[in-house]
Every structure is written in C-alpha cells, then in structure tokens.
C-alpha cells in the first residue's frame, strides 16, 4: 500500500517539475536578468520590463507543450512499467492542461498577459509626456503597486508576479514557493486590501 502511495507521489512531483520548466528555468539565466535590479527590489517600467511580462507569458503557455512529456511517459508506464507513477503523471499534467484550457475558455487571466504589458506601456507612455504625474516622473513596479518613485503616486494597482529574477530567499526557499504559487503575486493590490 505504502509502494503504491509513494509510486504516485514520485510520478505526480515529477510530471509537476516537468510541466514548470519553462517558468523556473529560462528566465532565471543570467543573461536574462542582467538589466533587472535584483529580486525583490523594485523594476523600472520600461522596454525590458515589458518585453519580459510577455516572455513570461510565452512560457506560461509553454508549459502547455511540456505537460505532453508527463502524459506520454505516463501512458507508457501505465501500459508497459510501473501504473502508479503512470496515474501519478497523467492526473498533475491533465490537470494542467485542463486548467489551463478552461480557464482560458472562462476569460481568466493568468498574471502575465498581453494586456497587462499594454497597461504598463500606458503607465511609460505618460511618464513621459506632458501628462507625467511631476516633473522627474520615475515609474517603478514595487511589490503591490506601479509607483513613481519620486513623487509616490499610485500610477498603477497592481501586484507584481514573478518576473523570472533569481529570488533573493535562496535557491531552495525560491523554488518551492514558485512551485506553490505558479508565479502569481503573492500580495493583494491595494484596493483590496
């Protein structure tokens, strides 16, 4: 009883990495993260933070094509070796493909979309023109908000998601609350709170 338990656990953690590849790995490699302060200090709204909400967004949709892994090994095991780790794959990466598919079908969003680059490009577009909330107008994403960092006006509320940064709380501590909360911000925005 206790083999067969821990058999769909180890198929179950292991088709939940696979599938989280693409949000764990690539967009932590140095290259990437050169022109982002480190985690979990504020980032500019600019060009590279907008380009990098939709590379978020590209593998959180990646993911998608990283769950066929789990599924075809899973059916593999299931027909040819060992049927625990076999259900353990196929029950965590289905239900990624589920819940991605349907909450897509819903009108959910997930944190990083094309909309939400948009409002930020909004957000830069007006820190620099005639509009800018002062004169040295600075927007930075903190943790709850977009602000200006020279005048503290609220320009934007929404919480921040993980943005790929190396996480400033450890490798190990890093990657288990990534694992748990799957990028979503952490904080409620402002309004509510």
């Not at 058999?7 to 179950?12: M, N, P, Q, S």
């Not at 107008?137 to 929404?158: D, F, Q």
């Amino acid at each position: 009883m206790w083999a067969i338990l821990i058999e769909f656990l180890v198929g179950a953690i292991l088709a939940h990495l696979i599938t989280r590849i693409p949000l764990l790995t690539f967009p932590r490699l140095r290259a990437w993260n050169v022109q982002f302060a480190p985690h979990p200090e504020p980032v500019y709204v600019g060009s590279h933070l907008i380009q990098r909400i939709l590379h978020m967004r590209a593998f959180y949709w990646l993911g998608l094509f990283f769950a066929l892994i789990p599924l075809v090994f899973g059916w593999l095991s299931l027909a040819y070796g060992s049927a625990p780790i076999g259900f353990g794959m196929w029950t965590v990466s289905g239900w990624l493909v589920l819940s991605r598919v349907t909450a897509f079908i819903a009108g959910e969003e997930h944190p990083w979309t094309k909309q939400l680059a948009m409002r930020l490009q909004l957000v830069k577009n007006e820190s620099e023109s005639d509009d800018q909330c002062c004169t040295f107008s600075n927007p930075v994403w903190e943790i709850s908000a977009v602000r200006c960092t020279t005048c503290g006006k609220n320009l934007l509320n929404i919480p921040r998601p993980d943005l790929g940064r190396p996480r400033s709380d450890g490798w190990i501590r890093g990657f288990v609350r990534l694992l748990l909360t799957d990028g979503q911000p952490i904080v409620a925005s402002e309004e509510e709170e």
